[in-house]
């Protein structure tokens, strides 16, 4: 069965255990479009009874932490050599991982800290990777968890709100038509979502900062 296939029979199955098995596959290392699922599948929800929006979410939220937990438990136990030798891998590269993919992880993972599990799930290059940085660095599993499912939950109602305007503004007929037009626009709302909430928090550590100086 090649993509498109696949895709299809995706877009022709929606139900709650379909969005949580491929959400799950496309937080892990296999290379899956979430634009294939959530979309269509809040769409779905719209103009049928079969689902609801909420609970689009909610399964695709704990999809996506079960691949970010494949993700981080097979780089805590098998470690960065080995991570790396996967990445340089002719099977690494099928899954369109490579070593500076995987770098790059580790690298923003550092400078952004625990929070890099929640802003990195908005990044289009860096959401199915930053499970990895996270496994590397022995991340407690509580707080990775908890950044991961927020940061998951907040990517994922994007896609659900997608899949509703599409449904409130649009006439399209087919899952395979709200796949197309939501892959064309979720990437850019993700870059505003994440430039607002860098905005957000730079004003903080500015005000934190400010005050630490205004201090006697």
Known sequence: ????????????????WVVTLFMAIESSFIPFPSEVVVPPAAWKAMTDDSMNIFLVIVFATVGADIGALVNYWLSRWLGRPVIYRFANSRLG??????????????????????????????IPAVR?????????????????????SLGAGLWNTILALIGYAIYRFTDLKTTTDVYRLAQKYSHELGYVLLGSAAVVVAFLIYKGMRKQSERP
């Open 128 to 148: 199915q990777l930053i499970s990895i940085p996270a496994g590397l660095a022995r991340m407690p599993l509580g707080p990775f968890l908890f950044y991961t």
């Open 93 to 122: 590269h099928v899954c369109l991982i490579n070593e500076e993919k995987v770098r790059n992880a580790e690298e923003y993972f550092r400078e952004h800290g625990a929070a890099s599990t929640f802003f990195g799930r908005l």
């Open 1 to 16: 069965m090649d993509s498109a296939e696949l895709f299809r029979w995706v877009l022709d199955n929606l139900d709650y």
